[in-house]
């Protein structure tokens, strides 16, 4: 019986001897193409290097030119909002409102009927706030109800014909409406008789 390793030795030395291969030339080959391969790989690193350069420069241009694009804007918006005559901080509001619901830019928000009628709204709201704001007076109590007219108009007459006044009558002025009834009846303040509800 054979051995497996001497075929196998037998198969080695038929590769070698049928192999006419320079494996120094090939060694050589391989070093070469590993430099070549070692300095494009140098190459490309520094090419990218460059180019994250760029990127970074374009980037803080974009961003520069962002800005400047904000800044304009705003300075539109303010141009905008100046020849529209708004001014107050809720005017202002309701302009920025509609810039986010609409993507508009200011000067075509403030041209747009909508708008206008809810500006309008806003101010006609402020206006009558100011002008009721303004009006002083005693609580509950006007210089009409300290005038003996105003009791005399507001008087009931009783199942008895008399006159009934509201209890709410300061008695402080008894004596001036019957002094004013007893003038325009032509009468006597003394036949006239005085009754509350």
């Known amino acids: ?7 196998l030795d037998e198969d080695f030395s038929e590769i070698q001897e049928s192999d006419d291969t320079d494996w120094k030339e090939e060694s050589f080959k391989l ?48 141009l905008a909002l100046k020849a529209a005559g708004i ?3 809720d005017e202002v509001e309701l302009l920025e409102k509609w810039k986010t619901d ?4 200011a000067d075509s928000i403030v041209d747009n009927n909508i708008f206008k009628k809810e500006l309008e709204d806003i101010r006609t709201a402020k206006a009558n706030l100011k002008a009721t704001s303004d009006i002083k007076g005693e609580q509950g109590i006007s210089g009409a109800k300290n005038e003996p007219d105003y009791w005399i108009a507001k008087a009931t007459k009783g199942p008895d014909g008399n006159l009934l006044f509201p209890e709410e009558m300061p008695k402080e002025l008894y004596t001036k409406v019957l002094a004013k009834l007893a003038a325009s009846s032509g009468g006597n303040s003394e036949e006239l008789k005085f009754y509350n509800k």
């Open 1 to 7: 019986m054979e051995n497996k390793n001497d075929s």
């Open 87 to 89: 001014n107050e901080a």
């Open 31 to 78: 070093r070469e193409k590993a430099i070549r391969q070692r300095e494009s790989t140098k190459a490309l690193r520094e090419s990218l290097k460059e180019k994250d350069a760029k990127i970074a420069e374009l980037s803080k241009t974009e961003k520069k030119a962002e800005k400047s694009d904000e800044e304009l804007s705003k300075r539109l918006d303010k």
């Open 102 to 105: 609409t993507g508009r830019d």
